[in-house]
Structure formats: structure tokens, C-alpha cells
């Protein structure tokens, strides 16, 4: 401090003065607030300092306590343990977690305009291994911008969504017949069996129609082989995903998880190819014809910005994007609905005032119905579809919370536990609709307590057309039945399979409104 102080008496001789203050003083006051951010920047923390596990502990709680499954009430466990930011270290990897919604909205504000996505490093690595090229989930820096701006336009914006609420409202018709056969066929005539699967049939059957605009068949009553062959290497690819992620790469020679991860991708994109490739000539024939075309797919061939390997890559992204979180949010939002009689009763009253019994709801119907879109909300809220993902801000370095993070820190985003968070969501493992509301809610959430799609330039780029899907197929079934739970059933919970699904069957009743006094 003596040298502080004849540094700035030295230097005070040649500074002009201030009345009532000496130079000296001036710079003794500069020089002490330079000495303390150096001091500061010097107290600042390195990530390795952060409470949390590794690899010998992160193994323990996956393998050991049995928590591969169950990641997201890890998450819980974890941030009881060391805070609301943590390390996790799996194999090589240190991991940063975020598990308050104000961390959150520290670090993706700082994200930049070329966020990576490391939650793809599976995706890229079959992409890579068959030559195939990125998609919008797995391609990034200006490449992936580029993408972003041909792939945005016709489906992100709410007025572009609504151009597909016709093709939607066809296959929600299929999906209502489909629940009537399912009933017709059980021995009480009201159950439908496994609401995730056959939910899960539908949303593929519609973001299909959207971006091949054909139907593929998953609502047909014989599911043509193909589509078959295609729905069921989806799943296998999620599961097997699991297995690769957490299992060292010298078992990949070993056990059979990678291999059959890598024949499940290629029969997806074998799928989408053929259709895409059937579309081209489709268009050739209607352009010679001079007929006018339109569509999405149609949008991407036509415009010249992509190559067609490019559109393989993004179709087939964008294809799995769209599925789990309509299929998933539908089954648990029934799932509660058929539990909360209440809750339902004022969703079925809202829904009848605004599109009476033999009306098929309308996008713009959609806007009068509040307590429907809360009740998506509320269930992605319960159960974010993707419960992790993680980000990767390669452009800079990171403060947060006294911590320095440098570029290339891999930041896990623990949805799961933000979206519990009891000081945004009081009873936050109950399943609440209306503190989404206006009118019956004191404050609301921190913005980031709960970003199902996520946030920024990354953003899903399907939402408006999941959201769509989600609200027009609800107000469907719930305008026409009235849905218990089946007697015969247990309580239900989630699963982490990369995404949150169900770990036993959902099986309901439905009854028809119709034939009800």
C-alpha cells in the first residue's frame, strides 16, 4: 500500500486540481478501485472448485443407486447437495450444472450468435461415420445460422403455424377414430390402452405430413411395414442412446448398444430419403403442368438455398424434434386431466363455450381458451420434455457467481429441477393449471423458471406447430369424452430416456359426452 500511495503522490504533481479535493486524493481513490478489480479478477474461481461429483462419484449415482433412468431426480438430489451450480464430471467430460432459473438467464444471455449444442455429439458422430450431412440440432457456427434462416421461415412464426392447422385438423379427426376404435375393441368399451404410444402415432403421423406432406400411414389400422419399420427404429435409436452416452467407447466393440444405434439411424434416414426423393418428382410433374405447389417441403426444394443433402440431414432432425414433445405433453396433460375431474370439468366447459359440440376448434378458437393453453404449460412445466440439454459458448469467456469459466465450458442445463423450483412454483410436483393464469396468480415465474423449447437463437424451431398440434388434438378430445383413469391402473412416473417418458403404460377411459346425461 506505501507504493500505492507514493505512485500517486508522484503522479498528483502533474494532475490538474479539483476544488476542496487534492490530486493526490483523485488518484488515491482511482488507483484504489483499479486495485480492487485486480484483486477481484484475481479471487475469481476456477470451475474445478465447484462443489460436485467425479467421474468415480457420477458413476456411483447412475450405475450404483441406480439413477441412469432417473437422471432428473438427480438433478433434485444434486442441487440440495452443493447449490444451485455444480460439477458433474462423466468420463473426460466436466460437466457445469444450472439449476435456478437466474443462472440460467446469466449464462444464455451471454450465449452469443453461435450457441453449441454438445447434447449432439451422438447425432454428429453418426453423421460423420456415414458421410451424411448436419441438421439444425447438429450443425453449428455460421453454418448452422445459415441453416437457421432457410429452416425458420413458413414454420416459426405463430402466422406461419396456422398455414398447417388444416392438415393438423385432418389428422386429429384420424386420431379421434382411432381412440373410438381402441374403445370398441376393449372388453369394457370404454378403455384405451398405452395413450403414449398411440399419441405418439399421431404426432409422427402429423409433423410427417407437414414436412413430407404425405400421410406415412401410423394411424391406419394395418401400419404399413415401412412406417412400421421407421417408428420402431426411432425408438430403438432413444434407447440405445442411453446406453452409448454413459458407457466408456471401448465397449462400443463390445456390447451391442452402438451398432444398433447406428442401423436405427440409418433406416430413419433411409425413410425420409424416399419420401423426399418421391416429393422431388412430384414437383417436377407439377411444375410441367404448370400447377401452383406449396408446403414446406415443397418451400425447401424449391427455393434453392439447400442441397438435397442438406434437407435430408434437416428433415430427419426436425422429424424427431417434433414427435416426443406432442406425444409426451398429450399423454401426461390426459394422464392428469382424468385425476383432477375439476380441472377437467372447467377445461370441457371452456372448450364448449367457445367451439360447441359438433364445431372443430380453429386456431383462432385456440385464442379464447386460456385454461387450455395453461394446461400445456403446466405439463411441460411437470414434465420438460427434454429434461437436460446443454450449451457449449464458444465465442468467450463467462463470469457467474464468482466463478470464471473458460471458452468451450460445457454448461448443463438442468431443466428439470428449475422447473420444480418451489420459489416460482409453489406444490411445484403438483399439477396446478390455473397458476398460469392472469387473473389468479399474485406474481409470475421468473422467465426462465421454465423454457420447455428453450431460449434465444437456438430456440426449437417446431414450436408453433408442436403448440398448435398439442392445443387443437386436446380441445378435441376433450370436447368429445370424458376421461377417467383406468380402475386397474397404478400411479405412473417418469422416466429419463433421454427424453422424460412414461415408465409403465398409460391406460384411460374414455367416455363419450354424447351419450351422457
Known sequence: MVKWRGFAGRLGRYLPSQPGVSCPALLWRATSSVAKAVSGARQLKRPEELPGTGSLGTLYWLFVRG???????????????????????????????IGSPEILEELLRQEGKYPIRSDMVLWKEHRDKRHLSYGPFTEDGERWHRLRQVLNKRMLKPSEAVLYADAINEVVSDLIEHLEEERRKSSSGVKVEDMAN???QFALEGISYILFETRIGCLEKQIPTETKNFIDAIGYMFKNSVFVTFLPKWTRDVLPFWNRYLQSWDTIFAFGKKLIDQKMV?????????EEVSGYLTYLLTNGQLSHEEIYGSIAELLLAGVDT?????????????????????????????????????????????????????????????????RIIAEKEVVIRGYKFPKDTLFVLAHYVISHDETNFPDPDCF????????????????????????????CVGRRIAELEMHLALARIIQKFLIRPDPQSTEVKPLA??????DKPINLDFLDRRTMP
Open 67 to 97: 439413477y441412469l433412468l432417473h437422471t432428473h431426480h438427480l438433478q433434485i438430489i444434486s442441487k440440495k447437495m452443493y447449490g444451485p451450480i455444480w460439477k458433474s464430471t462423466v468420463g473426460p467430460l466436466l460437466n457445469i450444472n
Open 198 to 200: 398411440l399419441l405418439y
Open 282 to 290: 412430384d414437383l417436377e410433374k407439377h411444375l410441367e403442368q404448370g
Open 326 to 390: 406432442t406425444s409426451n405433453t398429450l399423454s401426461w396433460a390426459l394422464y392428469h386431466l382424468a385425476r383432477n375431474p375439476d380441472i377437467q370439468e372447467a377445461l370441457y366447459q371452456e372448450v364448449a363455450n367457445v367451439a360447441p359440440k359438433d364445431k372443430i376448434p380453429e386456431t383462432k378458437d385456440i385464442t379464447k381458451m386460456p385454461l387450455l393453453k395453461a394446461v400445456v404449460k403446466e405439463t411441460l412445466r411437470l414434465y420438460p420434455v427434454v429434461p437436460t440439454n446443454a
Open 432 to 459: 396446478l393449471p390455473r397458476r398460469w393464469l392472469r387473473d389468479q396468480r399474485e406474481m409470475p415465474p421468473h422467465p426462465f423458471s421454465s423454457i420447455p423449447f428453450g431460449y434465444g437463437v437456438r430456440a
Open 497 to 502: 430416456r433421454i427424453v422424460l417418458v412414461p
